[in-house]
Antibody, heavy 121, light 110 residues
Framework: QVQLVESGGGVVQPGRSLRLSCAAS????????MHWVRQAPGKGLEWVAD????????YYADSVKDRFTISRDNSKNTLYLQMNSLRAEDTALYYC??????????????WGQGTLVTVSS | QSALTQPASVSGSPGQSITISCTGT?????????VSWYQQHPGKAPKLMIY???DRPSGVSNRFSGSKSGNTASLTISGLQAEDEGDYYC??????????FGTGTKVTVL
């Protein structure tokens, strides 16, 4: 069964940075696009970013563009989200999710359990 | 990119059918057949129920079906069961190659 395990969340002050990781196992990581999706406490889902199977294509939500960077290391089966200039409104549970395809078309067919990021002074 | 519009809540009795709508624009649902539906139970990660408008992943009950007309997609749950209670979200790929989720619908089984 596909496994995705996020890590790196925590409490951070506004304006600081944080890097999230998502360790993938039990599937061929290098063959699938990946997504980051977040959910603020008590709120709905918000798509954050996706990356193609080989890292050549990356797309971002307007709310995080120029602050967040998605990347992947296929040799380590790991997805990353570098988050800079964090704001209070970035507080959320961050999920990584696997797409069904090599490019981000469908969204997540498998999801991790999420890692919580809290931005607060 | 604005969120897709869903009703806040939908309810039905066991055995009934309910339909959840998801309204977008010509820049997302109206252009692409990459519409997905997710079920989320409290404290759990979302689960993919429908992808590419009407396809079901392996293991998802055939009581769940999807369709699309113009800028609006729909999810129908037939033979409603207690375990179907939860939040449901639609999503679509957009003309900017991003994705957008719906506002979410709380399904209650009476």
């Amino acid at each position: 069964q596909v496994q995705l395990v996020e890590s790196g969340g925590g409490v951070v002050q506004p304006g600081r940075s944080l890097r999230l990781s998502c360790a993938a196992s039990r599937f061929t990581f290098s063959s699938f696009a990946m997504h980051w999706v977040r959910q603020a406490p008590g709120k709905g889902l918000e798509w954050v970013a996706d990356i193609s199977f080989d890292g050549s294509n990356k797309y971002y939500a307007d709310s995080v563009k120029d602050r967040f960077t998605i990347s992947r290391d296929n040799s380590k089966n790991t997805l990353y989200l570098q988050m800079n200039s964090l704001r209070a409104e970035d507080t959320a549970l961050y999920y990584c999710a696997r797409d069904r395809y090599t490019y981000g078309l469908v969204g997540g067919d498998y999801w991790g359990q999420g890692t919580l990021v809290t931005v607060s002074s | 990119q604005s969120a897709l519009t869903q009703p806040a809540s939908v309810s039905g009795s066991p055995g009934q059918s309910i339909t959840i709508s998801c309204t977008g624009t010509s820049s997302d649902i109206g252009t692409f057949n990459y519409v997905s539906w997710y079920q989320q139970h409290p404290g759990k990660a979302p689960k993919l129920m429908i992808y590419e408008v009407s396809d079901r992943p392996s293991g998802v009950s055939n009581r769940f079906s999807g369709s699309k007309s113009g800028n609006t997609a729909s999810l129908t749950i037939s033979g409603l069961q207690a375990e179907d209670e939860g939040d449901y979200y639609c999503s679509s790929k957009t003309s900017s190659f991003t994705h957008v989720f719906g506002t979410g619908t709380k399904v209650t089984v009476l």
